[in-house]
Nanobody, 123 residues
Framework: VQLVESGGGLVQPGGSLRLSCTASGFTLDSYGIGWFRQAPGKEREGVSCVSPSDGTTYYADSIKGRFTISRDNAQNTVHLQMNNLKPDDTAVYYC?????????????????WGQGTQVTVSS
């Protein structure tokens, strides 16, 4: 069982990146999937998630209107499209299996986690 993130990199302010979270060993569409980020010296922040059943999504205020989460069940992948990136978005981004509700993304004691992908927004 494994989650692998990809798509991170260096981008200028205002640019875009698309992160991908691909699962092996299990089917993603049976799980809530969330994205978290952690910048140096800061606490981990849950930024977005999508539920397994009714497609409920959650976005943190800090990224609302700029990021979009989506599922690609055929590829067993969840994407995070990030537009209009800002320097404050610089962090390591992780995906995980979660409980996703409208007001929060909740990591669980037995959540699966990926290894993280670095996103750096800088001119």
């Amino acid at each position: 069982v494994q989650l692998v993130e990809s798509g991170g990199g260096l981008v200028q302010p205002g640019g875009s990146l698309r992160l991908s979270c691909t699962a092996s060993g299990f089917t993603l569409d049976s799980y809530g999937i969330g994205w978290f980020r952690q910048a140096p010296g800061k606490e981990r922040e849950g930024v977005s998630c999508v539920s397994p059943s009714d497609g409920t999504t959650y976005y943190a205020d800090s990224i609302k209107g700029r990021f979009t989460i989506s599922r690609d069940n055929a590829q067993n992948t969840v994407h995070l499209q990030m537009n209009n990136l800002k320097p404050d978005d610089t962090a390591v981004y992780y995906c995980a299996t979660v409980q996703c509700v409208r007001l929060a993304v909740v990591a669980l004691p037995k959540s699966y986690w990926g290894q993280g992908t670095q996103v750096t927004v800088s001119s």
